[in-house]
Structure formats: C-alpha cells, structure tokens
C-alpha cells in the first residue's frame, strides 16, 4: 500500500500505521482521514494482521490537532459533515476487531487526542502532552472527544481539559488513566512493539471478542453486557483455540494457536 500522508509497514503480524505530515505537526486535514479509513478497511480483511500500532512521525507530535486552514472554511452545514467524517473513522477504529493502539510521541491535541482515545489502549512517550484545546478556536471537540473522553477519565476532569483548553503532561495523563504506561521516547516504539507481540500470540477468536465485550460496557446496562459477556465466552468454547489453550494448559506446554 501506498499513502501520500501515512507511513505503512506489516512486521511479525503487527501493522504499524504513521500519520506522516511532520511539516504539519501531523494535523489530520481530509486527505489524511480519508487514508485512515482506506487503511483500517484494508487490514480489517489482512489476515497476516493481528494487531494495528498507530502513531505519528517526527519527534515533535502524535497528532497536534486538526488542519486549522480547513477548519477555517467550515459554515454550519459543513461542520456537521466534517465531524460526522471524523467520527466514523473514528468509531471504525474504536470497534475494529484487532487491537488498536495509539503510540503517542509528542502533542496529541485535539483530532490528536480524540484518535488516541479512539484507539482500544494508549502508550505515551515521557513528552508527550494531551489536550482538547478546541474552545481556544471557539469551537468544541468534533471527532468524539466530548465523549469518549469523559468515559475514559470521568466527567470531572473531561470538564476542566476541555473548558479551559489546557494541557497535560504525560505523566499526569498516567495518573488519570488517559494512557496505560510511560517510556522514554527513545524506546517507546520498541516497548509498544513488544506489547502488541504479547497480544498476537494469544488465541485471537478470544482477543476479538473481549474487544467487543468491553467496548459494550458503554452501551449496555449490567446484566445485558453479562447476557453478551457468556454468549462470547460460549462461542470461544467452540473454537479448536479453546481445546488448544486448556490442552496446553493441564500439559504444562505453550499453546499454538491456530486461530480457528
């Protein structure tokens, strides 16, 4: 595949997928989302991909928002679209099947930082800096930052990052539970790398569906999400990975799973 704004590259099953504008800081203009969802359709349908690494190029930036000079063109009508653009591109990759995680090496802003929360996980770099700065602009968060932020961190704190457009460091995005760990920049790719290999070689019938189990927390009550919670466990119980992974279990051996 080949990308005017992103970098691809496929290795042991891991898809690593780099916003690549770093003249721009990375700032997703309508070429670059466009080029998201052709990819993450594309590896939907890859089944030499297990799990997906999303991350920008350059030492400066994640994402450092959305391209202003776009932005800046937008009547009401045309809001509207833009923001629905984004966000289906975004819920694509909130529900894709594989996992999903942001790798966040510098300003993740704005479209930045909605991105990385719609990613199923997020790992930081030591400089990396969050924020939802939109009101600065005279505007709200568009591509699902209103929400999924606040699922994330709670309303409290959602409020404060997005009234008053601040930043956050990433340490204090640790704290929160905006991201998952922190590593020097230097090592952030390698560790991210070594996490999603951990991921690929699990039973991937299981990886899936507690994807869809855990992202339904939001959309259902308690007792439907335990009803889905044992529909999905029942189904893992008819997978040759299943037989596999308890065989290997009682045999004291490491499982092979073979994905079926």
Not at 93 to 119: D, H, R, T
């Amino acid at each position: 595949m080949s990308y005017k704004n992103l970098l691809f590259d496929i290795k042991d099953k891991t898809a690593l997928v780099t916003i690549n504008r770093p003249d721009k800081l990375n700032a997703l203009n309508h070429q670059t989302l466009t080029e998201l969802k052709n990819v993450f359709e594309k590896l939907r349908n890859n089944d030499d991909v297990y799990s997906v690494i999303l991350t920008g190029s350059g030492e400066k930036a994640f994402i450092a928002g959305a391209d202003i000079s776009e932005l800046n063109k937008l009547n009401m009508l045309e809001g509207k679209k833009f923001a629905e653009f984004g966000q289906s591109i975004f819920n694509t990759i909130e529900n894709f099947e594989k996992p999903v995680i942001a790798a966040v090496n510098g300003f993740a802003l704005g479209g930045g930082c909605e991105l990385a929360l719609a990613c199923h996980f997020r790992i930081a770099s030591e400089n990396a800096k969050f924020g939802q700065p939109e009101v600065n602009l005279g505007i709200t968060p568009g591509y699902g930052g209103t929400q999924r932020l606040a699922r994330l961190i709670g309303n409290g704190r959602a409020m404060e990052m997005i009234l008053t457009g601040d930043m956050i460091d990433a340490n204090e995005a640790l704290r929160i539970g905006l991201v998952n760990k922190v590593f020097p920049a230097a090592e952030l790719q390698a560790k991210v790398f070594e996490i999603a290999q951990k991921i690929n070689s699990k039973g991937q019938h299981a990886i899936r569906f507690a994807i869809q189990a855990v992202n339904a927390t939001d959309k259902m009550n308690l007792q439907d999400g335990l009803d889905f919670e044992a529909v999905l466990f029942a189904m893992c119980c008819g997978t040759e990975d299943f037989k596999e992974g308890t065989s290997a279990f009682l045999e004291k051996r490491k499982p092979a799973f073979k994905n079926k």
